[in-house]
């Protein structure tokens, strides 16, 4: 039986090693036999990427410095050169300053509050921009967000607010590439333990309170965000778009 993606492409940005939510995405598509093309920032990455992903049905790989908006051009570029359509998009792409993490929210500079919206917000419209004239088809565009986007957690800070942002720039986003036939929504995923979260004061507690008290009493899997963004890339998504999908044991409801 053919997978839910086969003969589907799909770019999936974000990948920092076998740990990040962007590599157990790019498993579940790749097992669900879609091809894809990886993003890296630079060549440490790219060899850190191809290190833990040559079982991956990996077709092509290609730079891209989200900040730099002449990488974001060229990325769109090299998708072009495939001379096939794009069918999905998966933005796993966030930043804030270490120092901005671990003090007061009131205490953020402009420098820090422009840096994690520039990465964690921006560069989400900037690469559907550049995606969508491929997708001539349709197709899906998601991103990852965090239960800090809507409520107040402590130490999540300038991020939260960046990913209040990113949730209102996908809606925005649904509304103008609806017409396309290209559906834009984000997962709102659970903590875990990737090389990014560690930079979140206290997220060993985060991570015991999701044990103790979710109502499914399990931290969140990578393989578990990597499914639901597998279901969003396919046709059984086809009637969804603009929409938070909390894929985090139940946190969402405490």
């Known amino acids: 039986m053919p997978g839910l993606l086969e003969g589907k492409l799909a770019v999936v940005a974000g990948i920092a090693n076998k740990w990040s939510l962007a590599y157990g ?18 060549d ?17 790989m290609l730079p891209c410095d989200v900040t730099r908006d002449e990488e974001i051009v060229a990325l769109g570029t090299g998708l072009a050169e495939l001379n096939r359509p794009l069918d999905a998009v998966v933005h796993s792409l966030a930043f804030a300053n270490r120092e901005d993490l671990g003090r007061p929210f009131v ?8 840096l994690a919206q520039n990465v964690s917000s921006y560069s989400f419209v900037a690469m559907a921009r550049a995606a969508a004239p491929l997708m001539t088809n349709g197709g899906s565009i998601m991103t990852l967000s965090y239960l800090g986007a809507v409520r107040v957690r402590p130490n999540y800070n300038v991020m939260g607010v960046a990913k209040a942002s990113l949730e209102a720039a ?5 509304y103008d590439l609806g017409p396309q036939g290209i559906r834009v929504n984000a997962i709102s995923a659970g903590a875990v333990k990737t090389a990014s979260a560690r930079a979140v004061k206290d997220l060993s507690t985060m991570l015991d309170a999701t044990r103790e008290m979710s109502p499914l009493r399990h931290v969140t899997e990578a393989g578990e965000v990597g499914d ?19 894929v985090d044991s139940g946190m969402q409801l405490l």
């Open 25 to 42: 995405i790019a498993e579940s598509l790749s097992r669900e036999g879609a091809d894809l093309v990886l993003t890296y920032v630079n």
């Open 44 to 60: 440490k990455q790219r060899e850190t990427i191809e290190a833990c992903t040559g079982h991956l049905r990996v077709v092509k």
């Open 107 to 114: 205490e953020t500079q402009r420098d820090g509050f422009l």
């Open 170 to 174: 996908m809606r925005y986003l649904a």
């Open 228 to 246: 639901t963004a597998a279901f969003l890339a396919s046709n059984l998504s086809r009637g969804i778009t603009g929409n938070v999908i909390y």
